[in-house]
């Protein structure tokens, strides 16, 4: 059975940071690309960072691209996202999924139908 838990959201001020784990079970986690998706309210759920499993390849959305860095631990099956310099528009709540695949100029969808419960991330003075 496939889970995901995601853990690490909470309220920061504009220009503040924060990391988000992101716990996975039930799969061969090291055999999976896996991705940061993000919903705001009103707004479609969109990939915000991905990273390969083969060579750690990593893709970002052009919004966080040089603030946001995915990392995973395989050995710990927790993929990580350590986000700096929010802002009020990084406001959401943050899923993590595997992917179909994770290059530099893209990610794919979630190929597993499982999302966790999510972690919410609110930027706000």
């Known amino acids: 059975q496939v889970q995901l838990v995601e853990s690490g959201g909470g309220v920061v001020q504009p220009g503040g940071s924060l990391t988000l784990s992101c716990i996975a079970t039930?799969?061969?986690?090291?055999?999976?690309?896996m991705g940061w998706f993000r919903q705001a309210p009103g707004k479609q759920r969109q990939a915000v960072a991905c990273?390969?499993?083969?060579?750690?390849?990593?893709y970002y959305s052009g919004d966080v691209k040089d603030r946001f860095t995915v990392t995973r631990d395989n050995a710990k099956n927790t993929l990580s996202l350590q986000m700096v310099s929010l802002t009020p528009e990084d406001s959401a709540m943050y899923y993590c999924?595997?992917?179909?695949?994770?290059?530099?100029?893209?990610?794919?969808?979630?190929?597993?139908?499982?999302w966790g419960q999510g972690t919410l991330v609110t930027v706000s003075s």
């Open positions: 999924a595997a992917v179909a695949y994770a290059n530099r100029y893209s990610c794919g969808e979630n190929n597993l139908a499982t």
């Open positions: 039930g799969f061969s986690f090291e055999h999976y690309a």
């Open positions: 990273i390969n499993w083969r060579d750690d390849a990593t």
